[in-house]
């Protein structure tokens, strides 16, 4: 009975051995599920977040870009089908603007340099796109030719392009440390598995060997006392037959 509970004893914590390891493996693998998955959203964010980031604000150049070479074109030559690129362009701006301007729901900074931006594209279309247009249609040379003369429009496109510019470099900035922010979370990640198996899984693998090697150590002091009780068995049998006899 003492030797069946003693045996029981050794199996159970081979059982609770490998139970334990068991469990480490498991936690460890779902810390690493878990940072794979951070690690695969900081990357959504990069390639979608801020590349359309990078988008809106080109697309918003290229619609001031469109108004300015419409307005210019229809000047020069009073074909009505060079105001196509400008009325195009006046029509996707705001879209376009408020579609970056949600996105920069996150920085606060950033959304204010756009803020200020705004006002210069409005200031422009109204005093020079739409006004240079309408005296043309008006025949008004002279207008036209003092409103060139003020060199007015040329000043508010080019402080927009400065803080377009401005804009889309703090952009870009932003992106080249959230990629270098990911690549040390990855080379973090990497060191982190490499110590979790060097150290970790050997540990495991340790725990794991010595019960069994426990166990091979007491079925071999169980086979020698067995041996002995038999040893001890036979020469009382012996006695006892040579004093009967």
């Given at each position: 009975?003492?030797?069946?509970?003693?045996?029981?004893?050794?199996h159970a914590k081979i059982i609770t051995g490998y139970l334990t390891i068991l469990i480490c493996l498991i936690l460890s693998l779902l810390i690493v599920i878990n940072r794979m998955?951070?690690?695969?959203?900081?990357?959504?964010?990069?390639?979608?977040?801020?590349?359309?980031?990078?988008?809106?604000?080109?697309?918003?150049?290229?619609?001031?870009?469109?108004?300015?070479?419409?307005m210019r074109g229809y000047v020069i030559t009073g074909d009505v089908e060079y105001l196509e690129p400008y009325n195009l362009g006046s029509r996707s701006w705001p879209d376009n603007?408020?579609?970056?301007?949600?996105?920069?729901?996150?920085?606060?900074?950033?959304?204010?340099?756009?803020?200020?931006?705004?006002?210069?594209?409005?200031?422009?279309?109204?005093?020079?796109?739409?006004?240079?247009?309408?005296?043309?249609?008006?025949?008004?040379?002279?207008?036209?030719?003092?409103?060139?003369?003020?060199?007015?429009?040329?000043?508010?496109?080019?402080?927009?392009?400065?803080?377009?510019?401005?804009?889309?470099?703090?952009?870009?900035?932003?992106?080249?440390?959230?990629?270098?922010?990911?690549?040390?979370?990855?080379?973090?990640?990497?060191?982190?598995?490499?110590?979790?198996?060097?150290?970790?899984?050997?540990?495991?693998?340790?725990?794991?060997?010595?019960?069994?090697?426990?166990?091979?150590?007491?079925?071999?002091?169980?086979?020698?006392?067995?041996?002995?009780?038999?040893?001890?068995?036979?020469?009382?049998?012996?006695?006892?037959?040579?004093?009967?006899?």
């Open positions: 009975m003492t030797i069946k509970g003693w045996k029981y004893n050794i998955t951070a690690l695969q959203n900081e990357v959504d964010f990069v390639s979608k977040h801020d590349i359309e980031v990078h988008d809106l604000a080109n697309q918003i150049q290229k619609n001031i870009l469109d108004m300015e070479t419409g603007y408020n579609k970056l301007h949600s996105m920069l729901s996150d920085n606060s900074s950033q959304q204010r340099n756009l803020e200020e931006i705004k006002p210069l594209i409005l200031n422009w279309q109204a005093n020079t796109g739409e006004y240079v247009i309408n005296q043309k249609k008006a025949n008004n040379e002279t207008a036209l030719n003092k409103h060139f003369e003020k060199n007015t429009g040329k000043k508010v496109t080019d402080q927009l392009r400065t803080q377009l510019d401005s804009f889309l470099s703090a952009e870009k900035k932003l992106t080249v440390e959230r990629i270098e922010q990911l690549n040390q979370n990855n080379r973090n990640f990497k060191n982190n598995i490499v110590c979790d198996y060097c150290f970790g899984d050997g540990d495991y693998a340790g725990n794991g060997l010595l019960p069994i090697q426990f166990d091979r150590e007491n079925d071999q002091t169980s086979d020698q006392d067995h041996s002995k009780y038999y040893q001890f068995r036979g020469r009382f049998d012996n006695k006892n037959q040579s004093e009967y006899s």
